[in-house]
């Protein structure tokens, strides 16, 4: 009988009942031998300039309080943003460390009080005076700036050809402006802390995907020795890029546990969050497209301007999906950044490809209009057989069959072609499609792994799981590998004492954890086997066909348990240690993930109300190692598409640098009326280039194009184009009657 | 000192009657399993129930909670099995990261027993209320989740509620 917990198999989530009996032990919920203080953050309430004076007095005899930490007696800090060749997470986050405000919301102040209610009357009590400095605060296409690099180290400008003239010369051409908002990730765990330092080492319960670079950043912000820092983060309430690295509240947490010598708690407000931890910042996104008459693309332009933010070095890959989905002969892709006194931008869901996709899959839309072919068959013809900006071969590329397999599915067929022709009573319908791809990237990774004597497996890295479903993936591939049930497998993640591993980001953490561990289970499986073969009783056994099923190790007619050859070696346990790392597949080959998404929605004629009424995709991320929870992610990724086309926009109040609707009253995500039913279809094709498993990157796969699917239903149903995201009724309705 | 009753259990209040139900279970009571999201209302991670209805547990004082019983997450279930509605968020995968979860469990129990009272939503025709994905959508649609696994909550809900019925608890 095939292994319940097989890889691939949709074995329930291992740490499903802690999660949905309350508990799992998330950052602000352990609990420490004393209660640890509560530390309540004060905001700047200017976009750039200095503290000219601080009172806080009336604070410091508030009831309750315990300290009042400012720059004036914070702990010392390696100043902000050095060493300066240290990548964004690893270098000082200094907070507190000069009269200095970088931006609106950023901490002048933390009160440490007895109790939460004592902390936050208290900080409203701080009475702060400014000297504002001229504050740069929004960007459009006036930003001009190159960076050094845009992330994931991808290069700021590409191009192939002779974009000007392929385009000058194309038959048919498109020269529109998408814009996109600034945007939250929103993870509904706000980002919290606590820390405790006994004057020599400092421990700091944290919510944080690298734990790695956590440690780091801690020592060179606080000038200790990472050695004398432990980080833990065994669960996570969601992180989506905004806790990559260690934010505000993380380093306030450990300056009052040093200046106090007792644990503090700092956990971000929710209208902190909008401030204290990264966004996305908005893009302008001007797409020039050029084709022949037949629907062949000639010229593929894409310009991005957006933010970033002073002193941190994140500039998002705008042109991902206009690099890498179609083929044209020419081709050019530029990124241009304009520094703002904004709180920290960084990477969101996606970076590069959720908003991209949002703005270049709806540009292609709008070619195939144009060329009056069906949007579906114009992706079809245009299909690269190379990437088309590197010029490198796919390790396998498999976009066309989820668009034919998707439209089949989806009843693609029964569309009118024309714009505005389907009518439902009041409402007009419409379907819209997206092509979907994302990188695929591995990142170094290691593990150790025991089997005890009972036959037990044990395996331990830095990794952490946000959602993700690492915990279980993880025992899925060692109970698979060493034909063990789930049961007998446990995963300890989420803490700086365990091996290195890659951390949670950029979809690469199941491949990469989960080939390191690969590599250990497989490497353990040798040494099972040399034990058994200095076994006088095994000496005549089929050892060719060795193989590991119900936790024996299975030689022709005999069965020897894994608990009896860990006691034949002599030891208590076995442990063997595992790793993965980027190798010449991932020079030779560009490496994606891909999908097909389709939607169906109806938009209400007199009042311009959107509706999704079913969503469909077709993914081929190679091997899937759990159906259950890769579906989960996909689903996710396409209820952000949903709300990134319709809802989701920061409205900045430009004269402070401040976002004005920074809760979720105002801030709005999909809720669960606003998602219809979801069908996800899996393309199962194991890449034998992406990782020893096959496997491909998923968490951030639908994502990129489910926004642009539904935006381009949008113009299906009603005939209207509307290139500034989202796609709210108002944009609509002038243009309905 | 004031005391409320929670999950069958004494818990002391404090003496800041600025104390909210929500800071009271987590800072106090040590019950984590109820989460705060937003502390605004806004979210839904922090729904309990609050003499069987769900509430937002940052919209409502300890001390208003004098007399009354507030069931958590931590008290759903019996004798340590998990409560059909838990065990059906696990099957169907009704979650990601788990934030969110612990008030979609609570706040799905209070619904199922405001259908089954025959109480009306957005989305109710003529007629009698009759549990259906849309009727569950519109009444999950308080609790927020960003991992967005909207589609499998309504799932487990169906199916826990089918399973419930089987049970004979769902007028319990
Ligand atoms: S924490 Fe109470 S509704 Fe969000
Ligand atoms: S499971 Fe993460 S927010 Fe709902």
């Known amino acids: 009988m095939k292994n319940p917990a097989a890889i691939g198999q949709p074995l329930d989530r291992v740490d499903g009942p802690l999660k949905v009996s309350g508990a799992a032990t998330y950052a602000a919920e352990h609990q420490l031998d004393h209660a640890p203080l509560v530390g309540w953050i004060v905001e700047a309430t200017i976009p750039a300039g200095r503290i000219k004076a601080l009172d806080t007095g009336a604070a410091e005899k508030s009831a309750g309080v315990v300290a009042v930490l400012t720059h004036n007696n914070s702990p010392s800090q390696v100043p902000f943003g050095e060493p300066d060749d240290e990548g964004r997470f690893t270098q000082s986050r200094a907070m507190l460390g000069s009269d200095r405000v970088r931006y609106h919301g950023f901490p002048v102040a933390l009160v440490i009080a007895d109790t939460l209610a004592n902390a936050r009357h208290a900080a409203g009590l701080v009475e702060v005076s400014y000297d504002p400095a001229e504050a740069v605060t929004t960007t459009g296409s006036d930003a001009d700036e190159v960076p050094d690099e845009l992330d994931g180290g991808l290069d700021p400008d590409v191009t192939r050809g002779d974009f000007e003239q392929a385009y000058s010369e194309s038959e048919v051409q498109l020269d529109v402006t998408y814009t996109t908002p600034n945007q939250a990730s929103a993870a509904m765990e706000p980002h919290a802390t606590i820390a405790e330092y006994d004057g020599n080492e400092l421990w700091v319960y944290t919510s944080v995907q690298l734990i790695g670079p956590a440690v780091e950043v801690l020592a060179n912000t606080l000038k200790l020795d990472p050695d004398k820092v432990r980080v833990l983060s065994p669960y996570i309430g969601g992180g989506f890029g905004s806790k990559l690295g260690l934010h505000n509240e993380a380093i306030l947490a450990c300056l009052g546990a040093m200046h106090l010598e007792r644990p503090v708690k700092v956990v971000q407000h929710r209208r902190h969050v909008f401030h204290n931890a990264p966004h996305r910042g908005n893009s302008v996104q001007r797409i020039r497209l050029g084709a022949s008459g037949d629907g062949k693309l000639k010229a593929i332009g894409h310009e991005s301007y957006m933010p970033r933010a002073r002193g941190y070095a994140f500039a998002e890959p705008t042109g991902a999906s206009a690099r890498t989905t179609y083929h044209a002969d020419a081709l050019l892709s530029r990124h241009r950044v304009k520094t703002v006194d904004m709180s920290l931008i960084d990477s969101c869901r996606a970076p590069g490809h959720s908003i991209g996709s949002l703005a270049f899959e709806s540009a292609i839309d709008e070619m195939a209009y144009r060329c009056d072919m069906d949007p579906v068959a114009f992706r079809l013809v245009n299909m690269p057989d190379r990437e088309p900006a590197s010029g490198q071969p796919f390790s396998s590329h498999d976009l066309a069959e989820c668009l034919r397999e998707g439209a089949a599915k989806f009843g693609w067929d029964q569309r009118d072609p024309t714009p505005r022709s389907q009518e439902r009573g009041r409402q007009l319908v419409g379907y819209g499609v997206a092509s979907t791809i994302r990188m695929n990237i591995l990142v170094k990774s290691t593990t150790r792994i025991r089997l005890s004597d009972d036959g037990s497996l044990i395996a331990w890295a830095n990794m952490t799981d946000i959602g993700t479903g690492t915990y279980t993936i993880l025992t899925q591939i060692a109970a698979d590998i060493l034909g063990l049930p789930a049961g007998k497998v446990s995963i300890e993640l989420g803490d700086s004492a365990y091996p290195a591993s890659c951390g949670s980001g950029g979809s690469f953490g199941a491949g990469s954890s989960g080939s390191a561990l690969r590599d250990a289970c497989m490497k353990l499986r040798e040494k099972l086997v040399d034990i058994a073969r200095k076994q006088e009783s095994l000496k005549d056994a089929d050892f060719d066909g060795a193989s590991f099923e119900g936790g024996n190790l299975v030689l022709g007619d005999k069965k020897v348990p894994l608990a009896e050859l860990v006691r034949q070696s002599g030891h208590d346990y076995l442990e063997v240690d595992g790793k993965v790392e980027p190798g010449e597949d991932h020079e030779k080959y560009s490496q994606h993930s891909y999908g097909a998404q389709f939607a169906e929605v109806t938009v209400d004629r007199d009042t311009g109300e959107v509706r999704v009424r079913r969503m469909l995709g077709v993914f081929s991320a190679g091997r899937i190692l759990n159906r259950k929870t890769a579906r989960s992610q996909l689903l996710g990724g396409m209820v952000w598409g949903i709300s990134y086309a319709l809802l989701e926009e920061l409205m900045l109040d430009e004269r402070c640098g401040a976002f004005v609707n920074r809760d979720f009253a105002e801030y709005h995500l999909a809720v669960n009326r606003d998602i219809p039913e979801v069908e996800i279809h899996f393309r199962e094709q194991p890449d034998t280039h992406s990782n020893p498993l096959g496997s491909k990157g998923i968490g951030e796969l639908s994502i990129s194009g489910a926004g642009a699917a539904v935006a381009n239903a949008i113009y299906h149903a009603t005939g209207v184009r509307v290139r500034d995201f989202p796609i709210t009724l108002d944009k609509l309705l002038e243009h309905l009657s | ?172």
Request: hydrophobic share 35%.
């Open chain 2, 1 to 172: 000192m004031a005391v409320i009753s929670v999950n069958g259990q004494e818990v002391t209040l404090n003496d800041d009657p600025r104390t909210t139900l929500l800071d009271t279970l987590r800072e106090g009571a040590g019950l984590t399993g109820t989460k705060k999201g937003c502390d605004h209302g806004q979210c839904g991670a922090c729904t309990v129930l609050l003499d069987g209805r769900r509430v937002n547990a940052c919209l409502v004082l300890a001390i208003q909670c004098e007399g009354c019983e507030v069931t958590t997450i931590e008290g759903l279930g019996e004798g340590g099995d998990l409560h059909p509605l838990q065990q059906a968020f696990v099957r169907h995968d009704g979650f990601q990261c788990g934030y969110c979860t612990p008030g979609q469990v609570c706040s799905a129990y209070a619904m199922l027993e405001e259908v089954a009272n025959g109480e009306a939503s957005d989305v109710t025709g003529k007629g009698a209320v009759r549990l259906s994905a849309e009727e569950i959508r519109e009444r999950m649609s308080g609790n927020l989740c960003r991992c967005g696994a909207y589609a499998n909550i309504v799932d487990a809900i169906l199916d826990a509620a089918g399973e419930l019925d089987r049970k004979g608890e769902a007028s319990r």
